[in-house]
């Protein structure tokens, strides 16, 4: 993308209302911008980060069997009134009549609507397990919206729910997301730590929070220093072997790990000294086993082995690829910009030209640019009239993992200029070299 | 994909509310279901549909150089009281208060809020053109919703959003999204004719509807035999040619095509008969050019070349794809189903194992299912215990374009049976004669 084409707004000043660094610097990098309270539109340079968090998100989901659909927006209060939720979510849920005044609602989780659908198509048991997920936009209500995308009233959410006969089957599609989650984190360039949480509203009887550590996050957490060194699973690992994913679940699931709400401060003491880390932490993804809540009162029922109908047990897992973008931006960045993960950086390479209109500049920046994009790297090349210091400061604000840097002086030597985002010096090399090194 | 790992709930017979025929297979084909008046789930295969054709969609407007975004389903009516729209929209806009009594609105369009993005954004003509687009559920809180997604409430809308210093540069505008229309709807397999049209309550002075032909369509429509020739100009198009736009354009509209809106009788007499083309038609696709109608009222200025401020012209541009899917099926169908396009049919290939559970069937069936995957092409596998009249039913139902069975019969003589369901008699050939033919 040539950067004077795109719609990269730049604010040079930091926004008083953004009291968070993630909000502050998405704002500054023209990723976002407010609409109304707790509501934005995503710039282009967010939304590529945005999908490429989805994509990751949904491979992860398809890979674990979980298959993708996709629900409206707006719900039926009816269905509320079935689980018996519309009168006790409270002021969260975005109430609306319609022309015909109906009573409808913004949805702000899906439990209902999911449990209709799968109460409509499926009969037997020999059609389980099932998880059917979608990416959709929500809405919370918030009293006072603020944090930018990390807290937003319009919210971008993964939320998947599975389907099996009894409680058995319900732990091993727990698990299956459970390791999933372990794999989409590792994927996004996050450390994500599993701990055990109050199950909230969605109700239940087994949680876990998977809490990103950021220096900046919204709430202390506490672990066992073990947790740093685990590595998430393979991409083969095999989501049929229920014995195989209880051993990673039970791996990450054996040390002390809670966040401040379920803190037990004895059990936390018990462990050596040295291995206690306390952190502070941003949740990114929330998973929910509640047997058959939903199922009962919404008669969700199939017909098992023994040919008696038998409600299903349920389980309910969320991501919100909105917060996550946020959660990344807690979690890399200094004084000067952003430093994305370079899975869901808006581009992999920004390229720079010192002098646009040098024909040899010119020349040599659209050669890298011809030929990185062709090898399926994205590249924001600013081919912009800006000032050079103007141009670094926008490619250290926006983040791109790496700074490819092209000027007349180091050209004439043969040579142009390579720098990761993430730290090292900057190193100067001929463009096939450079080109060597993006594409690994 | 795995038929028995699916979610495919099929209905046998034909819903009772569903009064055309798009409606009635998207219900009966698994792809939809309904979850409130003009208000639909997308099951899986409806999904895939979906996003195929946001997909083209998507390619096609960044080929010609719109660039995404996304904004958000809620807006502050505040912003469509500064163009004045608030009070005029009247009952399709779905209003709303949040718990601190501000006025909301389901966006319905997006030319406000787009305009309020620009104009924070951008100050100088040296920044234009820019088109900036995106793909977000809109509602229309219709009074009588009906017709599926065809006439849904609650519907997904591309639309983009061009800005210019000048009218002449806003025509090139327009005529850069009248071309990017003409490639996708032939890449989606739909035969579309741009018809001149009302502006209706987007305003403005210029405008095509792009309207394609189907024996079931909602409406009467009238045009030259010519459209029926026509294709549309190939990828390698110049977006940046105005004169070659132009030509374009110029061809696509120098022939009499009318909505019975617009129709003249006395124009349309004028063909030779032998030429006139009377048929039903479906729109699929809007354009408007509208200049500053919105600019003015909201101050969307840039600065001339001349030092001095100006209101930019606009336009905008609107391909529903959850109406797109609907067409596609009353263009494509017969009385056992779908047929779907080659390009967003939710599965490339329907592959039928007639026998589950015998060893060399089910072999076949996994090498051919293994070797077409790995080639990149959607397959649905049915390894589902059905009786092989169901089987062939649900392929013609849900209406994929190839349908490959293995049976014990064939096999024993090294054949399988391949088959278009867009025609075309089942053939009789050896599994590596049926790859070459699907691989092409």
Known sequence: MRLSRYFLPILRDAPKEAEIVSHRLMLRAGMIRQEAAGIYAW??????????????????????????????????????????????????????????????????????????????????????????????WKFRDERRPRFGVMRSREFLMKDAYSFDLDAEGAKTAYNRMFVAYLRTFERLGLKAIPMAADTGPIGGDLSHEFIILAKTGESQVFCHKDFLGFEAPDADVDFDDAAGLQAVVDKWTASYAATEEMHDEAAFGAIPAEAQVTARGIEVGHIFYFGTKYSVPMKALVTGPDGKETPVHMGSYGIGPS????????????????????????????????????????????????????????????????????????????????????????????QVELKRRAGGAAETLSPEAALTAILG
Request: charged share 30%.
């Open 43 to 136: 710039l282009p340079l967010g939304l590529r980060v945005l999908n490429k968090i989805s994509d990751i998100i949904r491979e992860e989901q398809n890979r674990a069997g979980a298959i993708e659909l996709l629900m409206p927006t707006l719900q039926l209060a009816d269905l509320w009134r079935e689980s018996g939720r519309y009168d006790a979510y409270g002021e969260e849920m975005l109430r609306i009549k319609d022309r015909n005044e109906r009573d409808l609602l913004y949805g702000p989780t899906n439990e209902e609507m999911i449990t209709e659908i799968f109460r409509a198509g499926v009969r037997s048991y020999k059609d389980l397990p099932k998880n059917l997920y979608h990416i959709q």
């Open 323 to 414: 917060r996550v973008a946020a959660a990344a931006i807690e979690a890399g960045h200094d004084d000067a910009g952003i430093i994305w993960p370079d899975a869901i950086a808006p581009f992999r390479v920004g390229l720079i030209n010192l002098k646009p209109g040098d024909a040899g500049v010119d020349a040599a920046c659209e050669d890298l640019y011809a030929k990185l994009t062709a090898s399926g790297v994205d590249v924001l090349y600013d081919d912009t009239d800006d000032r050079p210091g103007s141009k670094f400061a926008t490619a250290d604000l926006i983040g791109l993992p790496w700074r490819l840097v092209v000027g007349p002086k180091g050209l004439a030597a043969g």
